[in-house]
């Protein structure tokens, strides 16, 4: 289990401890009883009041109670390794190679830089980590009936293009980054760069239908080391290979924080 999958898992409370706090909560005297001695007024006031500061539901409060628990958690671990860039973001960054777009509350990273008169970009996302923590949940359940060796860290994918500025097109290269390598699956080109390269529905829908090559694998032994080269030469490399995994869990946790902080806020208005 990751590192992310075993600090929530430790985090979270089963649904026992919720029914349990609930049945708590059943145990208070029901409106039904309170209208036997109050007026009518009273009952609907007591609603008002809960509804104004918890919505409208009975479920609210003890929503909001266990979200805080588990956003106590998160920033409690979160403040004990500190506020500093951590380390292998620092040293990445510090190559000076890459620079990093990441835009908060997207799951997507884009790492970009020029080589000669090419622009290379690399873009992969986080919900790759939500994959990997149901693969190794399904695997430790497993492991309780048979031994098994350790599960291996789920790969991550990513996504390369490269456009010249002398020239029209575009080459897009599908890979898989796991322990540190990549692997390529897929070699597209493009006549027209902005069809590859842009983040739009209609350029997805323009890319559909078209031919996006064969199989990397299916090439000869010979140009697919040719390829493997070209993409190395451009610096997809073991460093950035170790670099994706370990941002995309970084980002995660980020992310992941500050949605607790917002759903809260939400129930609690």
């Not at 005297?29 to 009975?58: C, H, I, Q």
């Not at 010249?164 to 760069?193: H, L, R």
């Not at 030469?233 to 670099?243: C, D």
């Amino acid at each position: 289990m990751s590192p992310i999958a075993a600090l929530r898992t430790a985090a979270r409370v089963g649904p026992a401890r919720l029914v349990a706090g609930m049945r708590l909560s059943a145990a208070r005297p029901s409106l039904a009883a309170a209208a036997r001695f109050s007026p009518a007024t009273t009952m609907t006031r007591a609603f008002s009041v809960s509804a104004g500061r918890f919505g409208s539901g009975t479920t609210d409060i003890a929503l909001s109670a266990k979200l805080q628990e588990e956003l106590q958690y998160e920033k409690s671990e979160m403040a004990q390794a500190g506020d500093a860039t951590p380390d292998f973001l620092k040293s990445f960054t510090e190559q000076g190679i890459w620079a990093i777009n990441d835009v908060r509350g997207n799951d997507e990273v884009t790492l970009s830089r020029k080589f000669g008169d090419e622009n290379i970009r690399i873009m992969f996302s986080i919900a790759d980590i939500q994959q990997e923590d149901d693969y190794e949940n399904e695997h430790d359940a497993e492991g309780e009936e048979e031994d098994a060796p350790p599960a291996t860290a789920l790969p991550i994918r990513a996504s390369v293009s490269i456009t010249k500025t002398t020239a029209p097109g575009a080459i897009n290269v599908d890979m898989i980054c796991q322990e540190g390598s990549f692997s390529i699956e897929n070699i597209s080109f493009y006549d027209d760069a902005k069809v590859g390269t842009e983040l739009t529905a209609e350029a997805d829908w323009n890319r559909r239908g078209l031919y996006i090559g064969p199989q990397f694998d299916t090439l000869d032994v010979a140009v697919q080391d040719a390829f493997d080269a070209f993409i190395a030469e451009r610096g997809i490399n073991e460093s950035v290979a170790f670099f994706i995994p370990e941002y995309a869990a970084y980002k995660e946790q980020q992310e992941y924080v500050k949605w607790l902080g917002k759903v809260k806020s939400f129930i609690d208005l």
